[in-house]
């Protein structure tokens, strides 16, 4: 059974740096796409970034080159490491596993003061 567990999130004042990770469970990490949402308050989830088991990275359009996902599949974590925050980053940052389906963390939450 696949289970996720993010840590990292936090306060942190505009213009800090946060790194997220996501501890997996399971023999299938190194066999799966793994990507981080994010969901902020009264808006729906949106994707932040993902990451192929090959290394292929895609981020959304907001990162703006200021957030760098990779993976240690020795590990099996995913991280996310985020710099140059802004406050509309504030949200809860959800851990996503694809393979044959979705499966998702609790999220951690990252706050952003002005």
């Known amino acids: 059974q696949v289970q996720l567990v993010e840590s990292g999130g936090g306060l942190v004042q505009a213009g800090g740096s946060l790194r997220l990770s996501c501890a997996a469970s399971g023999s299938i990490f190194s066999e799966s796409t793994m990507g981080w949402y994010r969901q902020a308050p009264g808006k729906q989830r949106e994707l932040v970034a993902t990451i192929t088991p090959g290394g292929s990275r895609n981020y959304a359009d907001f990162v703006k080159g200021r957030f760098t996902i990779s993976r240690d599949n020795a590990k099996d974590t995913v991280y996310l490491q985020m710099s140059s925050l802004e406050p509309e980053d504030t949200a809860v940052y959800y851990c996503?596993?694809?393979?044959?389906?979705?499966?998702w963390g609790k999220g951690t939450l990252v706050t952003v003061s002005s």
């Open positions: 996503n596993l694809k393979y044959a389906r979705d499966y």
